[in-house]
């Protein structure tokens, strides 16, 4: 075992799955590791195998152990996509004493995925070079979701035709779904929730969902039939409301929930008759994410579920529409979730195989998924560095971690795609006052130690012999370096039995990145990014996060500019180039927030990047905001208003995820009258005097503003 060469591990996958790294502070369904179900990600273009053949030679000795490997509804069998999602059971036991701990088990089942699945390299198309399959481990199903008869192709239990086929499909994927509430019934008094996932439910028997729960609009129904009015009864019937498992819980006792917010907003019948027309001709298609989606706010471990949600719509669509006698039927999903780090180019493992999704069901019938551009434009998370900011070759800023956070604390560097690294190192030194018991520092290229998958390399950050932190540096996916921190808790947490207590320092550590006079420069389209990972706390899940923030090193921490700063030259930390994290593929529709009653951008809507230059207006970079809906109603009544859970309760959310329904609102309604996309929505021009304004509005703001959300 202990010559075992780690083969995969990535960044994220060393430091949560680590026993003596990061996974003490990590979800409860990890940190309390008792899970032999994973969910993960295959990424290769070559044919899905058949995971019938799938083996798994265990060690010690040679006995063959079988490893279950399941596909998810697949939307045409994935045919033509590189980025898949699956999950397995693994018979291993990850708390053997020959197995070091839950790193070295990852590395040990990564490793032996090439073997399970047997698959040829792909070949570069740039230089032709062999490349293995990728795969991420994702976090751990419980293992009373795991569907014990699962059959993809299984017919979806009690699914009931409607006498007519829906003109178009409005789907949502959220946490807290409310799919009994009497806002999605139609007029007969039938829901139009025709299929709806429950990613962490309890199996009960037989299904075609590979883990948690799937409700057709016949059990849903059924439901109300026998419940009456007790929707509460209802969910728990149903496994929506589930105390003994972590990733459902009592969210649906809540009078309202996220899900139930961005679901009324995009798909209830109208409040008011007067508003809008009746929703009986669009059906409902729900995917409710596992409560540690939205526990870890990083961003790592919850791909598999939410492309697996996106394939779940996909497929489930297509069985609507072939049973009335079409191909496929127009479809928008809302999508109101994201994180703030990553690439941000569009080559992320979720945003290709987003892009790869939506070009794919395109050329069928139109499909939209929309997604906020996210809440951080005021937040500091966010810094861009171009070649005019070395300073004796070398860059650096402040990341200020804030004390009493109790969860890990997350900050990525990422260089420009084809940069020549040589001579570039990084570190980090920790706040005044702090001591490590060394400086953590990486040159940005791979070690020898990890021969196959993208080059990287790996430093634990240790004070007083305790691990506190990790540094990294990886090549992402092959095209692009990122360097890395992760630290933990800045206060003590309860740890596992016998484990003594261990925590970073809160304050201003210091991130540096040098490089060799003779190293390369960027060049003048080419710039340095910085992200510090969202943080914040969910409040329904009590994680106890506080959120980290980036601070220049010659001024005093959380000293805003005045807004707006037209005119100005962007400093390093800036709002632009805040945008969600995993709204980076471009056919995603990016929405931002505007203020009803001025129709201003929202203070903390995120936009996409704008760079300094020479002319009169800064050029721009990445993705941006196509289009805004309202987001609050006025400086004095923030936030939207909406359903809540129980059928009646009404809802206040802030943010741009209150937004984008409204625009997916909007666009459903326009395909399913058969109008153009943004038929209805208010074109907006910028003739201002000053180019910089126009250019920073457009970027907040983007070409179309939703007129405003139905009235609670």
Excluded at 312 to 337: M, T
Excluded at 456 to 481: C, P
Aim: hydrophobic share 35%; net charge negative; with cysteine.
């Amino acid at each position: 075992m202990a010559q075992r060469v780690r083969q995969y591990t990535g960044p994220y996958e060393r430091w949560v799955f680590g026993k003596d790294l990061g996974r003490p502070f990590s979800f409860p369904g990890i940190r309390d590791w008792n899970s032999r179900y994973f969910a993960a990600l295959m990424d290769s273009s070559v044919p899905l195998p058949d995971v019938k053949k799938v083996k798994f030679r265990s060690e010690p000795g040679d006995q063959v152990q079988r490893v279950d490997v399941r596909y998810p509804p697949l939307w045409n069998n994935a045919e033509g996509l590189a980025v898949r999602p699956f999950c397995f059971y693994d018979p291993v036991d990850t708390e053997d004493p020959e197995i070091e701990g839950m790193g070295d088990w990852i590395d040990q089942l990564l490793e032996s995925l090439d073997t399970l699945f047997d698959m040829p390299d792909d070949i570069d198309e740039v230089t032709g070079r062999q490349i293995r399959p990728r795969y991420r481990v994702n976090f751990p199903i419980n293992a009373k979701s795991w569907s014990q008869d699962y059959d993809a192709a299984r017919a979806v239990d009690g699914f009931i035709k409607k006498a007519n086929a829906p003109k178009a499909i409005i789907a949502v994927i959220d946490d807290g779904i409310p799919f009994v509430n009497r806002a999605y019934l139609d007029r007969k008094g039938d829901t139009r929730v025709s299929h709806c996932w429950l990613q962490a439910a309890r199996s009960d028997g037989p299904s075609a969902v590979p883990f948690g729960r799937e409700l057709s609009n016949g059990n849903i129904d059924a439901l109300r039939a026998e419940y009456g009015r007790d929707e509460r009864a209802m969910y728990t019937s149903a496994g929506a409301i589930d105390p003994d498992l972590p990733e459902v819980g009592n969210y649906l006792l809540r009078q309202t929930t996220h899900g139930a917010h961005t679901m009324s907003m995009a798909a209830s019948q109208p409040f008011t008759a007067t508003e809008q027309p009746s929703q009986d001709d669009l059906e409902i298609i729900a995917v409710q994410l596992p409560n540690s989606i939205s526990w870890d706010t990083s961003g790592f471990g919850k791909e598999m579920y939410m492309l697996s949600a996106l394939h779940y719509i996909f497929e489930r669509g297509k069985r609507i529409a072939q049973a009335h006698g079409v191909d496929e039927l127009p479809l928008v999903i809302n999508f109101s979730y994201g994180w703030s780090a990553g690439r941000h180019d569009g080559d992320s493992e979720m945003d290709a195989a987003i892009q790869e999704l939506l070009k794919s069901r395109r050329k069928l019938a139109p499909t939209y998924l929309i997604m906020p551009s996210g809440n951080t434009f005021e937040d500091e998370m966010h810094a861009n560095f171009q070649e005019d900011a070395f300073v004796d070759n070398e860059i650096s800023i402040g990341w200020q971690v804030q004390p009493d956070d109790r969860t890990s604390s997350y900050v990525e560097m990422w260089l420009p795609k084809g940069l020549d690294t040589s001579g570039y190192t990084f570190e980090i030194t920790p706040p005044r006052g702090v001591s490590l018991d060394a400086t953590p520092s990486l040159a940005l290229r791979g070690d020898p130690r990890f021969p196959r998958g993208d080059p990287r390399n790996f430093v634990d950050i240790h004070a007083g012999g305790a691990v506190v932190g990790q540094l990294s540096v990886d090549y992402n996916r092959g095209t692009r370096w990122r360097a890395m921190v992760a630290l933990a808790p800045s206060v003590p947490v309860t740890m596992p039995q016998g484990e003594p207590a261990r925590w970073a320092s809160s304050g201003r550590w210091t991130l540096t990145l040098k490089r060799k006079q003779n190293s390369a420069r960027l060049g003048a389209s080419e710039y340095i990014n910085i992200w510090a990972q969202r943080d914040d706390d969910p409040s329904e899940l009590r994680t106890g996060g506080r959120q980290c923030y980036l601070v220049n090193p010659d001024r005093v921490p959380r000293i805003k500019p005045a807004l707006p700063e037209y005119a100005q030259p962007l400093s390093e930390i800036r709002g632009f180039g805040s945008m969600n994290g995993v709204a980076n593929a471009e056919l995603v529709t990016r929405v931002g927030g505007y203020v009803q009653s001025n129709g201003n951008p929202a203070h903390y809507s995120s936009a996409g990047g704008l760079l300094n230059t020479s002319g009169a207006a800064p050029s721009t970079w990445g993705k941006h905001v196509a289009m805004s809906g309202v987001s609050d109603r006025s400086s004095a009544l923030p936030g939207t208003v909406a359903g809540g859970v129980l059928s009646g309760a009404r809802s206040i959310l802030v943010g741009t995820s209150g937004a984008s329904p409204q625009v997916a609102r909007y666009i459903v309604r326009s395909l399913a009258n058969g109008l153009d996309p943004v038929s209805g929505m208010q074109v907006q021009v910028y003739d201002s005097k000053n180019p910089v304004e126009n250019v920073q509005l457009r970027a907040r703001i983007g070409d179309y503003k939703a007129r405003g959300p139905w009235r609670g």
